[in-house]
């Protein structure tokens, strides 16, 4: 199964900063066992929402030319639960951003059904992700594999 932890964005300022929500149904099979009768959105799972939220910014910064890869969370800090029914907001604000990687500050707050401003903190995190190099090492390989076979 693939788990995508964001609903849709709210707000998106490429190479900037973006704004994205998650709803929190009674009906996500998590909550059965998160625990019976008292349903905690489990706080990995926001880190991971962060991060995706996070990870498509750098993402769209680099027109999606390489992959974008969760590397580190240096820095987290969770203030309360959440219970299913509440609505989280992601918001995420792009620090660096360098050819091998990127970093972000991220936030997540509760949410009201219509209204765009994030409530209470929930979490905040510092999070690295490494940008993947590969197209640019295997364009090396051919070079070199292309000018020793010239040789």
């Not at 994205?20 to 905690?40: C, M, R, T, W």
């Not at 959105?41 to 995706?52: D, H, I, R, T």
């Not at 219509?114 to 993947?132: K, N, Y």
Request: aromatic residues 10%; charged residues 25%.
């Amino acid at each position: 199964m693939r788990w995508i932890w964001i609903d849709r964005f709210l707000e998106f300022q490429s190479g900037k900063s973006a704004r994205a929500i998650k709803n929190l149904s009674h009906a996500e099979d998590y909550f059965a066992d998160h625990f019976p009768g008292y349903p905690v959105f489990p706080s990995c799972f926001m880190l991971e929402g962060l991060a995706q939220t996070g990870g498509i910014l750098v993402g769209e910064a680099n027109d999606f030319r390489e992959k974008v890869v969760l590397a580190k969370i240096p820095k987290a800090r969770f203030e309360r639960e959440v219970l299913a029914g509440e609505q989280l907001i992601y918001d995420v604000e792009l620090l660096h951003l360098r050819p091998e990687g990127a970093s972000i500050q991220g936030r997540v707050s509760i949410g009201e059904p219509g209204v765009s401003t994030p409530g209470a903190l929930v979490a905040e995190a510092e999070i690295f992700f490494a940008i993947s190099i590969r197209r640019a090492r295997t364009r090396s390989l051919e070079i070199l594999i292309l000018s020793s076979a010239a040789n």
